[in-house]
């Protein structure tokens, strides 16, 4: 078999393997596996084909990393329902104090059990900020 079909048939087979992948990482052995195709049309030597196939692959690799980083990987935060309520003005339903386990506010149409940062007793009609969600509670402040 000559040489050439071997490197088209791994390079087939990274880009194969690619598909079923997440992180876009066995794509570029098989750019490199075409570079080293294209270059046993030149020479020979099995030996060169693979260090220039170890070559091309590591700067593949590095040089694109930080793009791959940047623009394929990184996930956009996106607030949902839950985390939407942050920073929102709220009024308090059910007052809240945390000796009695008690605490309800108002956002919007939602009612959420609520815990006051300092622990301080936060009586019904109150108008608070909504400071950060903890599981199905959020921690709230007064506005003075």
Do not use: R
Not at 68 to 97: F, P, Q, R, S
């Amino acid at each position: 078999m000559e040489l050439w079909i071997g490197w088209l048939i791994l390079s087939g087979l990274m880009f194969i393997i690619e598909i079923f992948t997440a992180g876009f990482l066995v794509f570029w052995f098989g750019v490199a596996g075409l570079c080293a195709m294209v270059l046993s049309f030149f020479t020979d030597s099995l030996l060169i084909q693979i260090i220039t196939f170890i070559i091309i692959s590591v700067i593949l690799l590095i040089g694109t990393k930080p793009l791959i980083n940047k623009y394929v990987l990184k996930e956009k935060m996106v607030n949902t329902n839950v985390y939407t309520v942050i920073g929102k003005t709220a009024i308090v339903t059910t007052e809240i104090n945390i000796t009695k386990g008690i605490g309800q506010i108002k956002v919007g149409s939602d009612i959420w059990a609520a815990v006051s940062e300092n622990n301080e007793i936060i009586p019904v009609g109150t108008q608070v900020e909504i400071l950060k969600v903890e599981g199905v509670k959020v921690i709230v402040k007064k506005i003075n």
